[in-house]
């Protein structure tokens, strides 16, 4: 079965946006996720630049919302309402680009809300579904991801992302590398989130440190993971751009052999 593989803006992340974009552009795949922060953001004055060249390359592509310096379930409302105004301006953007989809990161721990979680759980709630509801009137979709093991962070299991998402029409991005770090249950985690994973994240690591090495350069157990991963787009998100043409090789040696 042929597999939608694309490949992430982090590879060349203390590139420009248009040197990232002109360098993949150069590789057999079919999209590009753009990492939505630092070198690589997007806003009103340059989407449309690379709107255009994606469109003449004939590549599709994903945004990835920020996260730095992001919290979705911060007890400061300040800081919460600036996180969902960068992730709505995100998910206008996307929809102007034509975007497949944009994927999220859920809210992180911090010493007050370790203190108060009822209010944290709360807090989280709520900005999921505001971010459901902007999503659905600007038309496009928005996928959760799954976090690495770190203690502050949010979202590491299958259960707790479908509880996080539940009542909402959020679907899932599966970080496959991420689940490794937990714990590697890619079975129990495709069984319980299938009908939700619209979207996949590829890397590598050693099964602790989210390290998003080449894939083949770690212990995830490829073969088995994508012969049960749902038929959908993929996007490899290693750390330096050989990576990725390493990976490239490694997956079409490997899904032929699937």
Known sequence: MKKVIGVSTQALYDRSLSLALYKIRQLKVNFVEIVNEGYHALNKHNYKTHAEFLEEARLKSVIHAPFSDINIGSLNEKIRRASLELLF???????????????IHPAHHSPLSGRFPKAYEKIQKRSLEEIDKVAQKVGIKVALENMPSFWILDGQTPERIKELIEGTDIFVTFDIGHLNTVNGEFTEFIKL??????????????????????????????????????????????????????????????INAV
């Open 89 to 103: 301006e995100t998910l206008k953007i996307a929809h102007y680009m034509g975007s497949m989809l944009v994927v």
């Open 193 to 254: 989130l299938k009908d939700r994973i619209i979207y996949a994240h590829l890397s590598d690591n050693d099964g602790v440190h989210d390290s998003h090495l080449a894939l083949g350069e770690g212990n995830v157990p490829w073969k088995d993971v994508i012969r049960q991963t749902p038929n959908v787009p993929m996007s490899l998100e290693v750390k330096s751009f050989d990576g990725v043409l390493k990976s490239l090789e490694f997956l079409d040696v490997m």
